[in-house]
């Protein structure tokens, strides 16, 4: 069946610093691939996805590339800023069968001044 | 526009009590789903619907019950509440079928649940 693999953390940086978060996923078909992000005490929303091979999304100076040969969809920003502190979910959805949303497990993000 | 409105927010149980899990959304979303979030789980699908009056089991169905008689409105019941059931739940809703489901999931702020 479908999967999500995503470090766990919690990932601890400095205000500034480079981010990446690494999602990889094995799945049927094509599926679209999503980055969701989770505030304290909120529901989850959308923060870019893609929904092809070597499709960029990107929002709010996140970016993620599509990549199909190594079955990744890692996240990446420049500058993180303290307001950039969640919990990051990468999901993709085939399409198929239950026609949901296969997470992977969450990484929690601390940004520190 | 409110999007997605769970109640109650939070909810504490006693083991055999029962409850619903009330989830409305004014998006004329055809698809709808209950999803519980645990620690180092992720996110993992109860129970979904494609449109009123069909329902469907997702990965963790037991112990919960669903139905959905209107477009807007799909409820999570538990039956017979137990400890292993305290998690926070969140209802996501989809457009339709466009794209086989390929599209952006909305989701409610969720319900704390938890039973003693």
């Known amino acids: 069946g479908d999967s999500v693999t995503q470090m766990e953390g919690p990932v601890t940086l400095s205000e500034e610093a480079f981010l990446t978060i690494n999602c990889t996923y094995t799945a049927t078909g094509y599926p679209s691939l999503f980055w969701y992000v989770q505030y304290p005490g909120e529901g989850l929303q959308l923060l870019l996805k893609?929904?092809?091979?070597?499709d960029k999304g990107s929002n709010k100076g996140f970016e993620a590339t599509y990549r199909k040969e190594t079955t990744s969809f890692h996240l990446e920003k420049g500058s993180v800023q303290v307001s950039d502190s969640a919990v990051y979910f990468c999901?993709?959805?085939?399409?198929?069968?239950?026609?949901?949303?296969?997470f992977g497990k969450g990484t929690h993000l601390i940004i520190q001044p | 526009n409110a999007g997605v409105t769970q109640t109650p927010k939070f909810q504490v149980l006693k083991t055999g009590q029962s409850m619903t899990l009330q989830c409305a959304q004014d998006m004329n979303h055809e698809y709808m789903s209950w999803y519980r979030q645990d620690p180092g789980m992720g996110l993992r699908l109860i129970h979904y619907s494609v449109g009123a009056g069909i329902t469907d089991q997702g990965e963790v169905p037991n112990g919960y019950n669903v139905s959905r008689s209107t477009t807007e409105d799909f409820p999570l019941r538990l039956l017979s509440a137990a400890p292993s059931q305290t998690s926070v739940y969140f209802c996501a809703t989809k457009k339709n079928r466009d794209r086989g489901w390929n599209t952006e999931a909305f989701f409610g702020q969720g319900t704390r649940l938890t039973v003693v």
């Open positions: 893609a929904t092809k091979a070597d």
């Open positions: 999901a993709l959805s085939s399409g198929g069968g239950a026609d949901g949303l296969t």
